[in-house]
């Protein structure tokens, strides 16, 4: 991909000289209206909004549908999710068990007997001669690929953006965060499929794999090679972006967030700090490459489930009474929201959907970056693996997180709805209570004390989704500007850089640019895959066929 060096970097490198413009000559444009009272984060965060602001009104561009603006990512990521679903049998369903014991290991020897079938790839920049068996090399374990991508996907979206869904679209939303969850598993299933079948290793057994790849290959194998060409090069520069947003800045934001609400710190940059701490930490391990973060993240993953998901349960159980009555409400406004909820149905179908795309990233992508460097000849074998991601995200995690809050709710802390008007809704710093911070209170009102562990776990959702998103980044940015140290560093700086900078920015900024970029990823993916899905069906028949004999 050498060719596209120049014209790709032109664009991130553009951005991001005019980013760092805007915030060097930011005090001056706000000292003019208010420096005394502003400091450093929020000189950060007036540069920038604008940008934030500029590139969701891009990407949510709506159309109109019976009165509402609905985006248009939305409607696609819902159709295509939606015809996997019946085109592949419910496989969402009918494969659950399957994949449960494709992570335990059942099929472990089966997958890694050799055949006299191999298919080699190349890839612009690679000799052939050197290109491994891609059909059954890899570098990590199944578990630890699942590990890898569900803390991509299990983190702050779980905890942060559930509070949002509920704040804004009031508790119907969870049902239709739902619904996209059971959807959004049978997308998954179909890229993560695609993602091992065309992924790249070079002579020294690093794999290259994702979206990048399987749009490049797969349609120039149907004939579509400039198609191919142009939504594989678009696909990486919104991972690049995503990187940023949604996969660090956000992180750092709630888990900075957290930390200083719960411990009352205070100061102009104390933001800032906080991010400056996490950038270390980060960069200790991303140095590492996949096979360091692999084994990060199936320790602290675990650890960090059992840490949130045990005291969310706890937290049910002590008021079990008052979880069926949790349960109507949201059955109840799913489809007759209160009038407080801008929208009507569609309003709070908007919200679940949206939500639950950032939480789970199903349709996106991005999780395929991780499942690609799996050790295995099956590509259906992880992506079967892959579609336990989304129940595991949002039907279990976040659907305890949205009853908790629910439960919460019951004494009328806040109104369901648009809530930035609601003065009985604000915290103390002014911000929107559909943060983090939401569900922290709620932790807190039923345990006491509980929300010191809900920081813990915070920063754990956090660490281990920046690590895994900073590996999918430096992969996207590998396909654009090549596989050199020098770009890898580069990329690490510029991705370090955006650690500190979510921790200075409001929720508000941050969630308008994390929401955009992750939801971007969209368009170039759901269409590839709405051309290459028939070689996801051949994939699933073979695997199938192979472990009935055994």
């Not at 965060?177 to 695609?194: H, R």
């Not at 091992?196 to 090679?225: C, Q, T």
């Not at 969209?522 to 055994?550: C, D, H, Q, S, T």
Request: net charge negative.
């Amino acid at each position: 991909m050498q060719s596209n060096s120049c014209f790709c970097f032109s664009f991130p490198g553009m951005a991001i000289a005019l980013f760092l413009t805007a915030i060097v000559f930011a005090p001056q444009k706000i000292g003019a209206q208010d420096i005394g009272n502003s400091g450093f984060d929020d000189r950060i965060n007036d540069a920038f909004m604008p940008f934030a602001q500029a590139w969701e009104d891009l990407v949510f561009t709506c159309i109109s549908i019976l009165g509402n603006e609905v985006p248009i990512v939305l409607i696609l990521l819902l159709f295509g999710a939606t015809f996997f679903t019946l085109y592949f049998g419910f496989i969402n369903i009918r494969h659950f068990p399957t994949a449960i014991q494709v992570v335990r290991g059942k099929f472990d020897d089966i997958e890694m007997q050799k055949t006299a079938k191999n298919d080699f790839h190349t890839h612009e920049g690679d000799v052939k001669d050197t290109i491994k068996d891609e059909s059954h090399q890899g570098e990590v374990n199944h578990f630890q690929a699942l590990a890898t991508a569900v803390s991509g996907t299990v983190g702050l979206g779980n905890i942060a953006m559930v509070a949002v869904a509920i704040s804004i679209g009031g508790p119907g939303a969870t049902f239709w965060m739902i619904v996209a969850g059971l959807l959004g598993m049978s997308s998954k299933f179909v890229e993560c499929t695609l993602g091992v079948k065309y992924r790249d290793i070079d002579a020294s057994g690093n794999v290259f794999g994702g979206p990048m790849y399987y749009l490049s290959r797969g349609l120039k194998e149907d004939g579509k090679a400039m198609l191919g060409k142009i939504l594989s090069v678009i696909f990486a520069l919104m991972c690049v972006g995503a990187s940023f947003g949604g996969g660090n800045a956000f992180q750092s934001n709630q888990a900075a967030s957290q930390i200083i609400q719960q411990f009352g710190l205070q100061g102009d940059a104390v933001g800032t700090v906080l991010g400056l701490c996490f950038a270390i930490l980060i960069g200790i391990v991303i140095i590492g490459g996949i096979k360091r973060i692999a084994q990060v993240t199936e320790k602290v993953v675990p650890a960090m489930a059992f840490l949130y998901v045990g005291t969310a349960l706890f937290i049910l159980a002590s008021n079990f009474s008052l979880v069926d009555d949790a349960v109507k409400l949201i059955l109840s406004e799913a489809f007759s929201p209160q009038a407080t909820v801008a929208g009507g149905i569609i309003g709070v179908m908007i919200q679940g959907f949206r939500r639950a795309a950032f939480s789970n990233e199903a349709g996106a992508g991005s999780a395929a970056i991780a499942h690609s460097a799996v050790n295995t000849k099956y590509a259906a074998s992880e992506g079967l693996v892959a579609l336990l991601e989304p129940f595991i995200d949002t039907v279990l995690i976040c659907t305890m997180t949205a009853l908790v809050i629910i439960i919460f709710n019951m004494q009328g802390v806040f109104v369901y709805g648009d809530v930035v008007d609601n003065q009985a809704a604000l915290i103390a710093t002014g911000e929107r209570i559909g943060g983090v911070n939401l569900t922290s209170m709620a932790f807190e009102h039923s345990i006491p004390g509980s929300s010191y562990a809900l920081s813990f776990a915070v920063v754990l959702f956090a660490f281990s989704t920046i690590l895994s998103w900073s590996y999918y980044g430096l992969q996207a940015w590998k396909y654009l500007f090549g596989r050199g140290k020098v770009s890898d560093l580069v990329y690490k700086c510029i991705f370090l850089l955006f650690t500190v900078l979510g921790s200075a920015v409001t929720l508000d900024a941050v969630l308008k640019f994390s929401d955009a970029m992750i939801l971007a990823l969209v368009f170039p993916n759901m269409i590839g895959l709405l051309f290459l899905f028939p070689k996801v069906k051949k994939e699933l028949g073979e695997y199938l066929r192979v472990i009935a004999r055994g």
